[in-house]
């Protein structure tokens, strides 16, 4: 299947969600309540932040489309932020500054390894969030130069701190109405 296939004759009209990689259609399943809760708190705390200035937040309703060598992909992370212009009818940007998944048994190992591999691609890319469900934890990718650098921040006390998109985030409020380990 093409993109312009899987894009204007599938999820256009199509009310299950679906991820494009390479050619192939994958289903995507609903997320638990926490999933839904470390998503919400993302885009509600960082939108906050972002009140009146260019950058803004999506949720997993807005694609993000990254040129792969000889493919492409589509994805719906979890959240983004987005710092250039994005016109109200458009489906996807191919530039998020910021990019957050929070793990589930289901999405972890294509998380941590499909979209690790193509996120990284888009020059746009500051960080590539991974948030824990069990704990309040997350694993960073941030962009030094041609690679990215792994950091991890755990603890409710833990502040995370995203300069390129001017937003500081408490873990407290990133895991808020979440039971660890829930």
């Known amino acids: ?14 009310s299950l969600k679906h991820e494009y990689v390479a050619g192939h259609v994958y289903a995507l399943s609903g997320g638990s309540m926490v999933h839904q809760r ?19 937040p999506t949720n997993s309703d807005f ?8 493919d492409e992909a589509m994805y719906y992370p979890d959240g983004m932020i987005i710092c250039h212009p994005v016109r109200g009818d458009e489906q996807f940007t191919l530039a998020p500054s910021v990019i957050l998944e929070v793990l589930s048994p289901s999405t972890r190992r294509t998380d941590e390894a499909q979209k690790y591999r193509d996120y990284p691609t888009l020059s746009s890319l500051q960080t590539y969030l991974l ?14 130069g041609e690679s990215f650098r ?18 500081r985030l408490l873990l407290a409020d990133l895991y808020q109405d979440v039971e660890i380990g829930e």
């Open 150 to 167: 792994r950091e991890v921040i755990s603890g409710l006390e833990a502040i995370l701190e995203l300069p390129e998109v001017d937003v």
């Open 63 to 70: 694609l993000v489309r990254v040129k792969l060598q000889d």
């Open 38 to 56: 470390i998503a919400r708190n993302f885009t509600r705390h960082a939108g906050n932040q972002l009140v009146g200035k260019l950058c803004e």
């Open 131 to 144: 948030a824990e469900t069990e704990s309040a934890t997350l694993t960073l990718y941030r962009r030094e």
């Open 1 to 14: 299947m093409s993109a312009e296939d899987y894009f204007l004759r599938g999820e256009m009209v199509l």
